[in-house]
């Protein structure tokens, strides 16, 4: 045979081999899953609601008074002093806050002026009130009480929230150390979530507002509101 054609036998079987070896280390090959160890340990949950109840007592009512005046240029510039006076004249230590000013002038040129304030007053220093506005009035110049709300102020509900939020608190805390007791674990506060909508359970007002607008006094009677706080509870314990 000629050499020639010999040696391109070996070099064709050659490359046989090597395009086998190739193809054989091509093959793919079995994916292994491989677990990756957790960060956070494994727990055992508990969840349950806790729901506690406050009764917020007040003995002031929140009293709003109207000013009403038409007053000339120079009159104006003395009104707002003389307004303020008037009103700490109606019951002794008390804050009032103007709420509402408008002025406006007439056809006549005079000065229209409307005002709005008002206070928390205790119930004791009702009596007679809508009388005692009255007697402020004068002509051109009318005061009129116009409105007296009972119930707690917004200092009483943040109190008895407050108060209320301590006594979930130690509630849980009671919970918590029953249950590291009896299960012999160590239980603790994974979360609370506070019921956004617990509200103030609303006392008979119209009837307690119908008897203040007849005039007959509500000295000394404190009102009672009603103040639930509810709480989703999860306590959590490591698995043993």
């Known amino acids: 045979m000629n050499r020639k054609w010999i040696l ?3 070099l064709a079987g050659g490359l046989l081999f090597l395009v086998t070896i190739v193809r054989a280390g091509d093959k793919a090959t079995t994916p292994q899953v491989v677990q990756l160890a957790s960060p956070y340990p ?5 969840h349950y609601v806790v729901q506690k109840e406050q009764w917020v007592v007040s003995d002031s009512a929140r009293v709003i008074i109207s000013v009403n005046a038409n007053l000339t240029d120079d009159a104006l510039d003395h009104f707002q002093d003389k307004m303020n006076k008037n009103l700490d004249s109606l019951a002794k230590n008390v804050s009032w806050h103007v709420t509402q000013f408008n002025r406006n002038q007439d056809s006549s040129g005079l000065e229209q002026v409307s005002a709005q304030a008002e206070a928390r007053i205790a119930n004791s220093a009702l009596a007679g009130l809508r009388v005692k506005a009255d007697k402020l009035s004068s002509p051109g110049i009318k005061y009129s009480v116009v409105d007296i709300q009972y119930g707690p102020s917004d200092a ?11 006594n979930v608190y130690a509630s849980i805390a009671e919970e918590i150390r029953s249950l590291n007791k009896m299960y012999k674990q160590e239980f603790f506060v994974n979360s609370i979530d506070f019921d956004l909508n617990s509200s103030i359970l609303p006392p008979p007002q119209p009837m307690l507002m119908r008897v203040a607008s007849a005039g007959v006094s509500n000295d000394n009677v404190p009102v009672n509101q009603k103040l639930v706080l509810q709480a989703d509870v999860v306590l959590a314990a490591k698995v043993q």
């Not at 494994?42 to 508990?46: A, G, K, T, V």
């Not at 009483?156 to 108060?163: E, F, P, Y």
């Open 8 to 10: 391109a036998a070996i």
């Open 156 to 166: 009483d509900i943040q109190k008895a929230k407050d108060s209320l939020r301590q």
């Open 42 to 46: 494994s727990l055992n949950h508990i």
